[in-house]
T-cell receptor
Framework: AQKITQTQPGMFVQEKEAVTLDCTYD???????LFWYKQPSSGEMIFLIY??????QNATEGRYSLNFQKARKSANLVISASQLGDSAMYFC?????????????FGAGTRLFVKA | NAGVTQTPKFRVLKTGQSMTLLCAQD?????MYWYRQDPGMGLRLIHY???????AKGEVPDGYNVSRLKKQNFLLGLESAAPSQTSVYFC???????????????FGPGTRLTVL
């Protein structure tokens, strides 16, 4: 079973509008971390935002916010006021901990296209 | 700070050939990782290292070997390349598991490998 599900292979948004990228996760752990990364066409992976499972407030970083709904196991990324430079692939990831280690699992990604 | 660098950026191999991918980081990070990225599958962890001289298997370790002789370098080796290893390979580093719930991974620019 997939641990991280990103149901939107591609999304279009008009410049200056807000867009929500969906992410649902599956874990039985109480302690875990959720991340969003951006991968532009140049290929590098850029960290955007983090949400801890015990954090009560939704994380925000500039134009990025994470809509964390723990009971529904969703961690959607909201980008406000989209810019052309936001066109990229976006990955949701979850870090799980287990005795002796941890692992980070990535979703398949959502490609965002921002239209002028 | 160069951050995380990877050498080479591109490589084409014939089946059965061997090669080594080099990852270097100048952030004094303890933890380093090798991922592969395939279309529609996100990133999958190949091997990782929690410190100089240590390595551990990730999700898809078969066909790869790694070494961490120096803290700043993490090498990924393919002893006998196969077409199934055609992928984009990303190296990443992070500080420590102590603050793993909030720690982010810093990624290199990636190496595009094609095995014919």
């Amino acid at each position: 079973a997939q641990k991280i599900t990103q149901t939107q292979p591609g999304m279009f948004v008009q410049e200056k509008e807000a867009v929500t990228l969906d992410c649902t996760y599956d874990t039985s752990d109480q302690s875990y971390g959720l991340f969003w990364y951006k991968q532009p066409s140049s290929g590098e992976m850029i960290f955007l935002i983090y949400q801890g499972s015990y954090d009560e407030q939704n994380a925000t970083e500039g134009r990025y916010s994470l809509n964390f709904q723990k009971a529904r196991k969703s961690a959607n990324l909201v980008i406000s006021a989209s810019q052309l430079g936001d066109s990229a692939m976006y990955f949701c990831a979850m870090r799980e901990f287990y005795t002796g280690g941890f692992k980070t699992i990535f979703g398949a990604g959502t490609r965002l296209f921002v239209k002028a | 700070n160069a951050g995380v660098t990877q050498t080479p950026k591109f490589r084409v191999l014939k089946t059965g050939q061997s090669m080594t991918l080099l990852c270097a980081q100048d952030m004094n990070h303890e933890y380093m990782y090798w991922y592969r990225q395939d279309p529609g599958m996100g990133l999958r962890l190949i091997h990782y290292s929690v410190g100089e001289g240590t390595t551990a298997k990730g999700e898809v370790p078969d066909g790869y070997n790694v070494s961490r002789l120096k803290k700043q370098n993490f090498l990924l080796g393919l002893e006998s390349a196969a077409p199934s290893q055609t992928s984009v390979y990303f190296c990443a580093s992070s500080t420590s598991l102590v603050a793993a719930s909030t720690d982010t991974q810093y990624f290199g620019p990636g190496t595009r490998l094609t095995v014919l």
